[in-house]
C-alpha cells in the first residue's frame, strides 16, 4: 500500500542548513509535496515537485527528488526560529482519488 | 487571496453528542477533502467531494457523514462522539477533479473538536 516514511526529530542550530528526508513508497504518484505546521495551526503547503523534476528551489527551500530510490529531501538554507515547526512529507495517491497520503511529520527544533 | 474557510474552529462536545462541521472550499473550487488529525498524529484522509457527488472514501467511521451542497459548501456531520473522535478536522478544496493525477489541495486552517 502507499506509505510515506520520515524521521520524527531533527535538531539543527540557528543559521545551518536543515535537511529533512522521506521516502515514499507509490512510484506512480505525480506529486510530493512538504507541509509546515506551526504548533496548534494548520498545515501550510510550503513546496511540491512534480515527479519528472529532480530538484525544485524557492527562496531558502530546495527540494531533492530521487525517484529512483524514491526518496525526497527540504532543504531549508539559514534555518531561523521562525522554521520551528512540524513538516509533513506527502504525497499524491494515484488510486484514482487524488487524497494526499501524509509521512508522520519531523518536528524541526532550532537550537540556538 | 481567498482561502479555505471551516467553522467553528474550535468545538467542544460531551460523548455522545452529535457535531455538524463546516467547509467553504475557495472560490470556483468542486472538490472538497476532508481529513482528521489525531493528536501527535499525521492527517489522515477521510472522505472527498466533486461536484456534488462523493468521490472517494478513507477510513470514515460509520457514525460520521458527509455531503457537499449545490455552492459546493462541505458538512461533516459526527454523531454518537467518542473520546477517541477528539482531532483537528481540516479540509482542502481543488479546482481539479480527482483522479486525474494532477492536484493542489488547498487546506483551511481545520476545526479542532474535543470531545469531553
Known amino acids: 500500500g502507499e506509505d510515506v516514511e520520515q524521521s520524527l526529530f531533527l535538531s539543527v542550530r540557528e543559521g545551518d542548513s536543515s535537511v529533512i528526508n522521506c521516502t515514499y513508497t507509490d512510484s506512480s504518484s505525480t506529486y510530493l509535496y512538504w507541509y509546515k505546521q506551526e504548533p496548534g495551526a494548520g498545515l501550510q503547503l510550503l513546496t511540491y515537485?512534480?515527479?519528472?523534476?529532480d530538484m525544485k528551489q524557492d527562496q531558502r527551500l530546495t527540494v531533492l527528488l530521487n525517484k529512483k530510490d524514491k526518496h525526497l529531501s527540504l532543504r531549508i538554507a539559514d534555518t531561523q526560529t521562525g522554521d520551528s515547526a512540524i513538516y509533513f512529507c506527502?504525497?499524491?495517491?494515484?488510486?484514482?482519488?487524488?487524497?494526499?497520503?501524509f509521512g508522520k511529520g519531523t518536528r524541526l527544533h532550532i537550537l540556538p | 487571496a481567498a482561502g479555505v474557510i471551516q467553522s467553528p474552529r474550535h468545538l467542544i462536545k460531551e460523548k455522545r453528542e452529535t457535531a455538524t462541521l463546516k467547509c467553504y472550499p475557495i472560490p470556483r473550487h468542486d472538490t472538497v477533502y476532508w481529513y482528521q488529525q489525531g493528536p501527535g498524529q499525521d492527517p489522515q484522509f477521510l472522505i472527498s467531494?466533486?461536484?456534488?457527488?462523493?468521490?472517494d472514501k478513507g477510513s470514515i467511521p460509520d457514525r460520521f457523514s458527509a455531503q457537499q451542497f449545490s455552492d459546493y459548501h462541505s458538512e461533516l456531520n459526527m454523531s454518537s462522539l467518542e473520546l477517541g473522535d477528539s482531532a483537528l478536522y481540516f479540509c482542502?478544496?481543488?479546482?481539479?477533479?480527482?483522479?486525474?493525477?494532477?492536484?493542489?489541495?488547498?487546506f483551511g486552517p481545520g476545526t479542532r473538536l474535543t470531545v469531553l
Open positions: 482542502a478544496s481543488s479546482n481539479l477533479s480527482p483522479g486525474r493525477g494532477q492536484n493542489e489541495q488547498f
Open positions: 506527502a504525497e499524491l495517491s494515484m488510486g484514482g482519488d487524488d487524497k494526499i497520503i
Open positions: 467531494f466533486y461536484e456534488k457527488m462523493q468521490s
Open positions: 515537485i512534480f515527479s519528472n523534476m
